[in-house]
């Protein structure tokens, strides 16, 4: 079993920036990928950015391309995810995911942009 906490969600303007954390614990061996998923009111959940153990892949949503910066530390067993220039339609629940045999989920964080 693997547990994810996620941290750093909040209200901020436009403009502005957040960094989301998630912290990992449990059985971490042979976890090969981590990520970030959001969902919108109304919405389907959407890949965000996703990241392998060594860091040597990343993958980003169009939509936060040039904007979002996703890293891990493996020393902490943490993954973050830095938003610069945000915008009211990065509005969702983050929801930070582990691939270890399956996908594990952390309960998710409240990102609000406000215009």
């Known amino acids: 079993q693997v547990q994810l906490v996620e941290s750093g969600g909040g209200l901020v303007q436009a403009g502005g920036s957040l960094r989301l954390s998630c912290s990992t614990s449990?059985?971490?061996?042979?976890?090969?990928?981590m990520g970030w998923y959001r969902q919108a009111p109304g919405k389907e959940r959407e890949l965000v950015a996703q990241?392998?153990?060594?860091?040597?892949?990343?993958k980003y949503a169009d939509s936060v391309k040039a904007r979002f910066t996703i890293s891990r530390d493996n020393a902490k067993s943490t993954v973050y995810l830095q938003m610069n220039s945000l915008k009211p339609e990065d509005t969702a629940v983050y929801y930070c995911f582990a691939d270890r045999f399956r996908r594990y989920w952390g309960q998710g964080t409240q990102v609000t942009v406000s215009s």
């Open positions: 990241i392998t153990v060594d860091g040597g892949s990343l």
């Open positions: 449990g059985s971490i061996f042979s976890i090969n990928s």
